[in-house]
């Protein structure tokens, strides 16, 4: 590998000593104003929103030679990947875990979650044309799941006439990316194919034994999409993606076997303007998502099997109504469908729900924004949802706004949490969904597998409640001169009924059975920082930095009463906690801070950039056994990845890039499962 | 097993102190606060099948381990512990009840465990121990896999009534021999008991 990296600087050496036709580049694209639509579900400008929101481009996906979504998004301010331990890579935003953060691809979303995260990994970024990020509860748009925020990326429109790229990445571990975009546009028809393959073979952070810290994998991305314009104001799209990812399954020596993904979603959507005023969109969304596994013993003979799928279809209308420049108004009415087959389901379960939203955007002057939305979600499983939020922004000046708002996020109890009933066939503990305690608890209590309930069968009389959060953002942008820019945001999640797992019963084989519950009250809250420099045309430096507190309520008073107590070592007599011990939740670390330097040298059409991420310490486990993540627990030190990468263009269509990723070559084969070790990797690009 | 009878730790003087009166020759004997180290409990039986054997009975006012079928005040055996009151739960092997002892789990540290919340105190009946076993219900936390330890839990005192009426307060610190500061479950011998316990050997003296 490393010698394939040397030719490849070699290459690229001397590929910039070759003479280039000094072509300047004379067009002027900069300051383009960036606009979203996730933030309203209307096209916004970025810099006007009153929310607290992010674009990130397709020129910085490129430049950082990004191949998957988790890859990108862990780059950004306040957003951390942490692993599951079903192995997928989810996002923590504003301190939530990664079942509170919507992903969305081109305002549709993805399913799946069949260990509750949402693996970004799955999500190529290779037809990308920007990643949109809305920070804080949403559900006011979109419902369940909006809890922490929205993530929704926007795939790229192809380019007048005939054009398409081929991309090639490949690096340490035997990592293959190879993609191709085929586009075509005419004045009333588009359509454009999407293709990607990406293989590793893994990698190994402990050695001795005969598992993977990562197996090898390999998967596949198909994507097309076709725009047809009936007429000026009538616009039809209908997109199909499909995903397979099939990756080795190594439970120990002798089992052995297979996991595999499939995945599809359609999307049609119809959009018809009535006039200046008025205009509807029909949109049908269907997706599904299997997952499969088996393990076969040293004889070849089935040992386990496991498979997943989820049905999610979705039929909505949507209306925009816009009386005048000042004033419009947003709404749609729409119904969830969704099913789940699942191994260790004892039935096969499933949801309906429809739902109502409307939302209001106005400027009563020319200094202020209002947003002011609700959403009304029904279902046949839990109580129904009310989801309001309200959102302000106010224009001090050109230089400085302030922008407020406070909204209501929930997350529906999913399936797992409801009907799972799983015994691991190897170790043997078993976690039962909370509807399925009452039932199976006495069963079991039958079969002498039982050695005691720890917490009485009447605690799961009442229906799990849907976790649910008021969220708060306070912010101010201060834009002295154009290429200076800072924002600030102050943010506080009050959520009530999270639900956790917990011990319920001790099993007779040593194990323990775990169910669900919602823990009463958690907060997050802090702050977040972003600058932006733009020294010259040729020189950007970005710098971010979060604060964040995430705590237990009960447990913070559990401190404060003096209920807590430690030992130094565990031989040692135990002492009493103080109220500042408490740390907080698991897996938040403090302070997380990234910089980027992105320089640009036109002359040699050659770009390079450096980024450094660090988060700080943050705890894991309960090391102690009292219960709580305090001062004298072990914890994970705070660590930094520094990456490199530069890009240049030869010949205007040929780009050639290399880089290194994680330089310190960081690991923790303790703590952290998906930090890899330095990878160096070399690409190309072809335009045509 | 050994018994160190580390010091007298706290001396009470309040009758010497109190007692101008010559007539009050009630003498009043020091608490006693000792360390117990790798009191082994051994269990015949894996752990997941039925356990069984004999129990390991213990003395507060000796300070020793005991054969005796009525002078003793806890039996262990493995993560069990049984109190000299009561009737027999039903576990395989466990010695008859003869004397009137009881228990109960306080929350704290030796020094803040001053006296005996007699309200508290149960027997062990059937089906019931007043020392529950179990993770997280009794004195200690089990791990599982990976690890397997048996850790106790920090803040967890026992407190006992003796077969004949005395009170004693325990806290366990380790289940692994030698009481290792990282103990390995898989490389050090368990169920060796290593725990601190001040008894109070004047009759009817709720304070420690």
Redesign the interface.
């Given at each position: 590998m490393q010698k394939l990296f040397l030719q490849t600087l070699i290459l690229f050496i001397f590929s910039l000593t070759y003479a280039q036709e000094q072509t300047k580049d004379s067009t002027v694209v900069e300051n383009l104003e960036e606009v979203l639509i996730t933030a309203t579900r209307t096209e916004r400008q970025l810099s006007s929103l009153p929310l607290p929101a992010q674009i990130i481009s397709k020129k910085e996906i490129e430049a950082v030679n990004s191949l998957r979504l988790s890859d990108i998004l862990s780059e950004q301010t306040g957003l951390t990947t942490v692993s599951d331990f079903g192995g997928g890579e989810g996002i923590q935003m504003q301190g939530l875990d990664s079942q509170y953060t919507l992903i969305l691809i081109d305002g549709v979303p993805l399913v799946g979650r069949s260990a509750g995260t949402l693996d970004l990994s799955r999500i190529s970024v290779g037809n990308i044309k920007q990643i949109e990020i809305v920070k804080g509860a949403s559900s006011s748009l979109y419902g369940s799941e909006a809890l922490g925020g929205v993530i929704n990326i926007i795939t790229e429109k192809p380019k007048f006439g005939f054009n398409g790229a081929i991309n090639y990445r490949f690096g340490t571990n035997n990592t293959h990316d190879a993609s191709a975009t085929l586009g075509y546009r005419k004045e009333k028809f588009s359509i454009d194919g999407f293709f990607n393959r990406f293989s590793t073979s893994g990698y190994d952070l402990v050695e001795n034994d005969f598992l993977n810290t990562v197996e090898p994998f390999s998967n596949y991305t198909y994507n097309l999409k076709a725009n047809y314009k009936f007429s000026e104001g009538t616009n039809l799209l209908v997109s199909g993606r499909y995903f397979t990812q099939s990756q080795e399954y190594i439970a120990s020596e002798e089992l052995r076997g297979e996991s595999s993904i499939k995945e599809w979603n359609t999307h049609v959507k119809l959009n018809h303007k009535y006039g200046e005023k008025w205009s509807s969109y029909f949109e049908f969304y269907a997706t599904n998502y299997q997952a499969e596994e088996f393990l076969n013993d040293s004889e070849e003979l089935l040992f386990s099997e496991g498979d997943f799928n989820q049905l999610l279809i979705r039929p909505e209308i949507r209306a925009t109504y816009n009386p005048n420049d000042k004033n419009s108004f947003i709404g749609g009415l729409g119904w969830n469908y969704e099913s789940l087959e699942r191994t260790d389901f004892s039935t096969k379960p499933e949801f309906n729900s429809p739902y109502i939203y409307l939302q209001y955007d106005a400027n009563p002057t020319e200094k202020i924004n209002v947003i002011v939305g609700a959403r009304f979600d029904a279902h046949n499983e839990y109580q129904s949802q009310f989801s309001p939020k309200g959102a302000i922004r106010y224009e001090i000046n050109d230089k400085i706004s302030v922008k407020g708002s406070v909204g209501y996020g929930f997350k529906a109890p999913d399936f797992r949490q409801l009907y799972f009933d799983f015994t691991n066939s190897t170790v043997g503990y078993t976690v039962l969904g909370y509807n399925q305690v009452t039932t199976r608890i006495p069963e079991l209590i039958e079969e002498g597998q039982i050695l005691n309930v720890v917490v009485p069968i009447t605690e799961f009389e009442d229906e799990l409640r849907p976790e649910n959060s008021v969220s708060f953002n306070l912010g101010s942008v201060y834009q002295p001169i154009s290429e200076l820019k800072f924002e600030i945001n102050l943010f506080r999640n009050n959520i009530q009924d999270l639900i956790d797992t917990r011990v319920i019963a001790n099993k007779t084989n040593g194990q323990n059975i775990f169910s669900y519950y919602n823990i009463n009250k958690v907060y997050t809250q802090g702050l977040e920082f972003n600058g932006t420099w733009k020294i010259n045309n040729y020189l950007k430096i970005s710098g971010g930095y979060q604060l964040l507190y995430a705590k237990d309520k009960d447990a913070e008073d559990a401190f404060k009463n003096g209920d807590v107590y430690a030992r130094l070592t565990p031989n040692s007599s135990s002492f009493q906690l103080k109220k500042d011990d408490y740390f907080g939740l698991y897996n938040r670390s403090r302070h997380m801070v990234n910089t980027k330097v992105f320089y640009t040298y036109k002359p040699w059409n050659l770009n390079t950039n450096i980024r450094a991420t660090y988060r700080s310490k943050y705890g894991l486990y309960d090391t102690n056994t009292n219960g709580y993540l305090d001062d004298y627990d072990e914890f994970v030190e705070g660590y930094a990845i520094l990456d490199w990468a530069v890009n240049k263009t030869i010949f205007k269509k040929y780009e050639l890039g290399m880089g290194i990723d994680n330089i310190l070559d960081f690991t923790d084969s303790q703590n952290i499962n998906n930090i890899a070790g330095r990878l160096f990797y070399g690409k190309i690009n072809i335009n045509f | 097993m050994k018994t160190i009878k580390l010091l007298g730790l706290i001396v009470l003087f309040l009758g010497f102190a109190s007692c101008s009166n010559d007539d009050d020759i009630t003498e009043t004997l020091p608490v006693e606060s000792n360390l117990v180290q790798n009191l082994h409990a051994p269990q015949e039986g894996e752990?997941?099948q039925p356990v069984f054997g004999e129990f390991v009975k213990f003395n507060f006012e000796t300070g020793q381990t005991t054969t005796s079928d009525t002078d003793w005040d806890i039996a262990l055996r493995g993560t069990i512990i049984l109190i000299n009151g009561g009737e027999k739960t039903g576990i395989d092997d466990e010695p008859n009840r003869t004397g009137n002892g009881s228990a109960y789990i306080a929350?704290?540290?030796?020094g803040?465990v001053i006296s005996v919340d007699a309200s508290r105190l149960k027997e062990d009946t059937v089906n019931s121990q007043a020392i529950?076993?179990?993770?997280?219900?009794g004195w200690y936390?089990?791990?599982?896999?990976p690890t397997?330890l048996i850790?106790?839990?920090?803040?967890?005192i026992l407190v006992f009534k003796t077969h004949d009426g005395k009170y004693a307060k325990m806290?366990i610190?380790?289940y692994y021999k030698d009481?290792?500061?990282?103990?390995d479950a898989f490389e050090n011998f368990d169920k060796y008991y290593?725990f601190?316990y001040v008894y109070q050997p004047n009759e009817g003296d709720t304070s420690f």
């Open positions: - | 752990q997941g929350n704290g540290t030796m803040s529950p076993t179990g993770s997280g219900t936390i089990y791990a599982g896999s397997h850790t106790p839990i920090a803040g967890t806290e610190l380790s009481a290792p500061a990282n103990p290593t601190n």
